[in-house]
């Protein structure tokens, strides 16, 4: 019998600023899953990073239930009722179009699900990030699956050396595309490269995949794709869920991915680069410089309906070091303070606050005379040759 877990998370009010949540909103959103879930959820988990509240469900409807999704939704909006009650900063920001925090992303909650054949075990890892985006996703994801340096189950175990198939989503055109690694593994890089426009949002297993054919093994947030207005929307800090061991990247090989603080976009005002730093629960808390970005993995199994966990995968010692190189970076990385590409580049501004602020420059600006003349000569000289 196939299985759904869905995930949901938003921002619906922090302390003080961005920070963290309130207990008892995560409380309040607890409450209503479990009284309005159960006869619709075989199981469920709250958790929160940041200040992101984090739901994760498990149900046998299927991908896009809107019951399911409804159940999330208002479960969201019981916790703002008390946040705002409490005066907590941004209440029902991810629910409501009203409350701007410095860029047009971020706008509603961010979904990812899959529907599955579950195993005899059925060991899976949620991985919650803040401040940043759902393309700070493609490195990691891309090791577990895709790089034997990382995943050497990809060369030595059988079930996995024929590799996995990327689901790729364009996210400014809104396509998609299935492509196939290790076969087209630079192709894949030269897309999810650029990780604000291409975003893996799933992973497959090869048809001939010999103890898990066709199915979906990975997913992501990746809610950037909806429009409104000619704008984007956001629900940008993202989440993923990755499947694991058994022909798939072991526990260990899916942690592994995020023992390199690598540089993610999304950080202080949604405007800067900085290093994820993996964290436990407990440090998962938005101080320094609203940051720095930082991800969260909790492990699961589940058996009939049921979950078993979580664990805290990054309440480990073995990732101090992951977390002191993701300090100096960030000391490096704060003294270029405004500058790029400490800030993000200037057609990612486009999406801030910024432009406002810059708009009664506008028809300011003067032609540099001998610049344009030398333009104009330029395209003259261009024509001659055709
Ligand atoms: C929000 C975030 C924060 C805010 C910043 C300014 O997730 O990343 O860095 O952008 O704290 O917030 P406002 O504009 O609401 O004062
Ligand atoms: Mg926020
Ligand atoms: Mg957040």
Redesign the pocket.
């Known amino acids: 019998m196939k299985a759904t877990i869905t995930h949901i998370k938003a ?1 619906i009010g922090s302390l003080p ?2 920070t963290t949540v309130y207990g008892p909103v995560v409380e309040a959103v607890r409450k209503y899953v479990k009284e309005k879930g159960e006869s619709l959820l075989s199981d469920f988990h709250i958790s929160y990073v940041g ?1 992101d509240i984090q739901i994760t469900m498990v149900h046998n409807k299927g991908v896009d239930c809107p019951e399911i999704h409804e159940l999330a939704w208002n479960a969201f909006k019981s916790g703002t009722d008390l946040a705002r009650k409490v005066g907590l ?2 209440a029902g920001q991810d629910l409501l179009k009203d409350s ?4 047009i992303k ?1 706008m509603g909650p961010g979904i990812a699900e899959m529907e599955i054949t579950p195993r005899k075990s059925e060991p899976f890892i949620v991985y919650m990030m803040d ?1 940043t985006e759902p393309g700070a996703f493609n490195y990691p994801i891309f090791k577990m699956f895709a790089d034997p340096y990382n995943t050497p189950g990809l060369v030595i175990d059988s079930n996995m050396h024929d590799g996995f198939i990327f689901e790729i989503w364009d996210i400014v055109e809104a396509k998609r595309i299935f492509l196939s690694a290790p076969e087209h593994m630079y192709d894949i890089l030269g897309m999810i490269g650029s990780k604000g426009r291409y975003v893996i949002k799933r992973v497959h297993t090869k048809p001939n995949h010999e103890k898990l054919p066709d199915e979906n093994v990975a997913v992501i947030t990746t809610d950037k794709l909806s429009f409104i207005a000619g704008e984007y929307v956001g629900k940008d ?1 993202p989440a993923g869920i990755v499947r694991i061991q058994s022909g798939l990247p072991a526990s260990g090989e899916a942690m592994e991915a995020f023992s390199h603080p690598y540089l993610v976009s ?5 405007s800067f680069n900085g290093p994820l730093m993996p964290v436990a629960m407990k440090d998962a808390k938005m101080t320094r410089f ?1 940051g720095p970005p930082r991800v969260v993995g909790l492990g699961f199994v589940l058996k009939d309906g049921k979950l078993a966990g979580p664990v805290d995968m990054f309440d480990d010692p073995a990732f101090d070091g992951a977390r002191r190189t993701a300090v100096k970076v960030v000391d490096y990385l704060r003294r270029m303070g405004p500058f790029e590409p400490h800030r993000v580049p200037e057609e990612d501004m486009e999406y801030t606050t910024l432009p406002r602020v810059l708009e009664k420059y506008k028809g300011q600006f003067e032609a540099v005379p001998d610049i344009q003349k030398k333009k104009k000569e330029v395209k003259l000289s261009t024509k001659d040759v055709d």
């Open positions: 921002d600023g961005h200040d900063y941004g701007f925090s410095g860029n971020g401040k800090d999304g950080w202080m005002r949604g609203d």
